[in-house]
């Protein structure tokens, strides 16, 4: 599974970006798919998941409110929407997935793409 990143760039305070990330290859049982975000000096740390089926999704609470998750199975593509965007929201965003249930766990997290620089700055 090679998993590509896109939509990212830079974004003034209170705007808004579109990320997306388009899984090919060969596919085997992948369930949940997840983003993570990542700055400079930092671990990884979750965003959010959707389920196979997006009827599952989960956010963290930083994002709670201000991020949506969606996915088109037709198209292997997942969407992270991000409004209200806040200079603390800066990072390297990447997307994973998991054969397993949603998890916010890195971990547990098989394929990752190559991420997308988010910058919220003035």
């Known amino acids: 599974v090679q998993l590509l990143e896109s939509g990212g760039g830079l974004v003034q305070p209170g705007g808004s970006l579109k990320l997306s990330c388009a899984a090919s290859?060969?596919?085997?049982?992948?369930?949940?798919m997840g983003w993570f975000r990542q700055a400079p000096g930092t671990a990884h740390e979750f965003v959010s998941t959707?389920?196979?089926?997006?009827?599952?999704?989960f956010f963290a609470e930083p994002v709670r409110g201000r991020f949506t998750i969606s996915r088109d199975n037709a198209k292997n593509t997942v969407y992270l929407q991000m409004n209200r965007l806040k200079p603390e929201d800066t990072a390297v965003y990447y997307c994973?997935?998991?054969?397993?249930?949603?998890?916010?766990?890195?971990?547990?997290?098989?394929?990752w793409g190559q991420g997308t620089q988010v910058t919220v700055s003035s």
């Open positions: 959707i389920s196979r089926s997006g009827r599952f999704t």
């Open positions: 994973a997935a998991t054969p397993a249930d949603g998890s916010v766990n890195p971990g547990d997290y098989s394929h």
């Open positions: 290859g060969r596919i085997f049982n992948i369930d949940s």
